[in-house]
């Protein structure tokens, strides 16, 4: 796997290994370091006619050091000698400034990963320094595709391509030391509709580490375009109690509050409804979450974490009941627990906790059966706003899909909030669709709760 993707010629992973030992040489007891570049390009048009033409190529490093038990982070752009040897000393002598903490420092040298990375295909060489003309055409025909697909699209909010291809490279003053690249792309459009004087917009998308597993731009323009005319002569339901069903990227939503739930920041502050909680059922039987980081060309793969841990698929929550949480070594320390390699970190920060491929596992239900075994009920496909209480699981958001009659999607609905607590909606899942689709990190298919307290006319 190439160490420089962008043609520098820079040895990333010799420079983290340069780093780490200039901070030891500077005075730190133990170190790590991560430097990466990475070139990025973005475009968008909007009604044919080019709006952005964005190229970014970026290379930045970030050292971590510990003097005695104190710790200080530091990130610099100049990767000449120079700035390297000045970024280890400014680090050491900021370290001496701040008050020790017991539980920092590096992982446990056996949880690390071998030096040797496994390729897990997360880098397309056609993705570095592509075009922007193919990228602009691919954008004018994904929004053009939503535009014929309806007289009663009018208008366009644009559509967009965007990419970028890099390399990481991570050292530890353990001995370890890895570099590995990566890409990513994705389109996405937006258009707009208009019946009867009212306006709405929707927008679809596709990602994917390589340009081959992106879907064509013609297909996402009309999927756009079907989400925005659904949406067209929306009502307010009826205050009710009634079961919901989540499509998948709103289902996916309900993954992430449960990975910031599990996560060790939130347990060892003791500001988590999950807290404690281990080993005990937390959901309905149908649910099982995986978290897998070497799933080949996953949107969140990788050989190793941010603190050089070995990777490992997980099962996380196991026919309703929660089997891990989620740690990196300092979260670990702080629960008297070992880490589960999920440290994810940037330049200049410390690492935090964040899952990798996270999915809510495909049932045996097709949307349609899951739709059908409701009289009358909510399909949610947007949320709004931000009405999550992790600490108690209190749930309350702005929503809007289409009204369920008689097993049946009836008509758009609006401007209603759908309340519960996250507890509840975890064990009240009742079906799990077999539609899942890994197009980000955190997915799920579609998802029926049993029952819910809807706030609308």
């Not at 200080?72 to 000449?80: F, H, N, W």
């Not at 280890?88 to 420092?105: F, K, N």
């Not at 597993?213 to 307010?236: V, W």
């Not at 809007?400 to 008509?411: C, F, M, N, S, T």
Request: aromatic letters at 4%.
């Amino acid at each position: 796997m190439s160490a420089h993707p962008s043609g520098s010629g820079l040895d990333l992973r010799e420079l983290a290994r340069d780093l780490v030992g200039r901070a030891i040489a500077a005075g730190a007891r133990a170190a790590d370091a991560l430097v990466a570049e990475s070139d990025t390009l973005g475009v968008g048009v909007r009604l044919g006619e080019v709006e952005k033409v964005k190229r970014a190529r970026a290379r930045r490093a970030g050292l971590r050091v510990f003097v005695g038990n104190s710790t200080a982070i530091v990130s610099t752009a100049d990767l000449t000698a120079d700035g390297i040897a000045g970024l280890a000393r400014d680090a050491c002598a900021l370290a001496r400034s701040t008050a020790p903490d017991a539980h920092a420092g590096l992982p446990d040298p056996a949880e690390l990963a071998s030096n040797g990375t496994p390729d897990l295909e997360l880098l397309d060489p056609a993705i570095e320094g592509l075009d922007p003309a193919q990228p602009l055409a691919w954008a004018r025909e994904a929004e053009a595709a939503a535009m014929a697909a309806s007289k009663e699209i009018t208008n366009s909010e644009g559509s967009e391509f965007g990419c970028d291809a890099g390399t990481v490279a991570y050292a530890s003053s353990l001995g370890f030391a890895g570099v590995y690249s990566g890409s990513h792309a994705g389109l996405s459009v937006t258009p707009v509709a208009s019946r009867d004087g009212s306006m709405q917009r929707d927008s679809w998308y596709t990602t994917h580490r390589r340009l081959s597993g992106l879907e064509s731009p013609a297909a996402i323009g009309r999927e756009a375009a079907r989400r925005t005319l659904r949406r067209l002569g929306g009502r307010r339901p009826p205050t009710c109690e009634c079961p919901v069903v989540f499509d998948p990227e709103m289902a996916a939503s309900l993954m992430r509050h449960l990975a910031g739930a599990i996560s060790g920041s939130s347990l060892y502050r003791r500001m988590s409804f999950l807290l404690d909680r281990l080993g005990d059922t937390i959901a309905s039987p149908e649910v099982t979450v995986i978290d897998d980081p070497l799933r080949i060309a996953g949107p969140a793969s990788r050989p190793f974490d941010g603190e050089g841990v070995a990777q490992r698929r997980r099962t996380v929550v196991e026919r309703g009941v929660l089997t891990t949480y989620l740690l990196d070594s300092y979260s670990a320390r702080r629960l008297g627990m070992k880490t589960t390699g999920h440290a994810a970190r940037s330049m200049g920060d410390a690492p935090g906790v964040a899952p990798t491929n996270f999915s809510l596992e495909p049932g045996p239900h097709t949307p349609e059966e899951i739709i059908a075994s409701i009289p009358n009920g909510l399909y949610v496909t947007e949320l709004i706003g931000f009405g999550v209480n992790g600490v108690t699981g209190d749930y309350s958001r702005g929503a809007a899909g289409l009204w369920i009659h008689d097993g049946e999607l009836a008509y758009p609905v609006e401007e209603l909030t759908i309340a519960g607590n996250l507890r509840d909606m975890l064990r009240d899942i009742e079906m799990v669709g077999n539609d899942l689709v890994r197009r980000n990190a955190v997915v799920a298919p579609t998802v029926k709760i049993a029952r819910m307290t809807l706030a609308g006319a």
